[in-house]
């Protein structure tokens, strides 16, 4: 079973535009992850938020986390027609092996 | 360095017959991961190896599913006797210990079964 939902399931955007994906989890977590999976490249981290941590940044990524709402966000700011691409939140949740992804959010840039 | 490798990319199978799904890992990591991704959905949690022990086979959807991963490098994902509700993409992943690192996943090898 899946874990996370992200929403909107669908987003397109102009290209410059920033670009904001939601995350809900349902169980207590140790970390959340987030990884981009387009055709070429497969599935590829971006980055890893633990629980006691509220915010981190990546280059134009902006992760955030409430574990009271159970809930993360990822911003990507000035995007790009390479950001096209589906975005997942996984959760390593605790006394469990391995990730539980969420079904993803479908990014497109319009150029 | 190279990344996670799996092979074949691509497999059609009959139903009813057996295949085997190959994840070379990162040289050194310890845990290794196979996924399923059924399409239009987020990849979904299989089983786990340490080295070469199977810590949770909890995902395995049926007993015709066994993985092993004997010498704790490569890992081989078998699947008995396809049906159509198989058809997949089989991901394989590795970190260094665990899910508190990230996994790197290998490209998958998209399974369909006729």
């Known amino acids: 079973s899946q874990q996370g939902e992200e929403d909107p399931q669908a987003l397109s955007i102009q290209e410059g535009e920033n670009a904001t994906m939601n995350c809900s989890y349902k169980?207590?977590?140790?970390?959340l992850q987030w990884y981009r999976q387009n055709s070429g490249r497969g599935l590829v981290h971006l980055i890893l938020?633990?629980?006691?941590?509220r915010e981190k940044h990546s280059g134009r990524l902006r992760v955030t986390l409430d574990t009271s709402k159970k809930s993360s966000s990822l911003l990507i700011t000035a995007s790009r027609a390479a950001d096209t691409a589906s975005y997942f939140c996984?959760?390593?949740?605790?006394?469990?092996?391995?990730?539980?992804f969420g079904k993803g959010t479908h990014l497109i840039i319009q150029p | 360095g190279a990344g996670v490798s799996q092979s074949p990319r691509y497999k059609v199978a009959k139903r009813g017959q057996d295949v085997a799904l190959r994840c070379d890992p990162i040289?050194?990591?310890?845990?290794l991961f196979w996924y399923q991704q059924a399409l239009g959905q987020g990849p979904e949690f299989l089983t786990y190896?340490?080295?070469?022990?199977?810590?949770?086979k909890s995902g395995l959807p049926s007993d015709r599913f066994f993985a092993e991963r004997p010498e704790g490098s490569v890992s081989t994902l078998k699947i008995q006797r396809t049906q159509q509700e198989d058809s997949a993409v089989y991901l394989c992943?590795?970190?260094?210990?665990?899910?508190?690192?990230?996994?790197?996943f290998g490209p998958g090898t998209r399974l369909t079964v006729t």
């Open positions: 169980t207590s977590i140790n970390n």
């Open positions: 992943a590795s970190s260094w210990s665990g899910s508190s690192y990230e996994q790197y």
């Open positions: 996984a959760t390593d949740a605790r006394g469990a092996d391995g990730l539980t």
């Open positions: 938020i633990r629980s006691n941590e």
């Open positions: 040289s050194g990591h310890v845990s």
């Open positions: 190896f340490q080295n070469e022990a199977q810590l949770d």
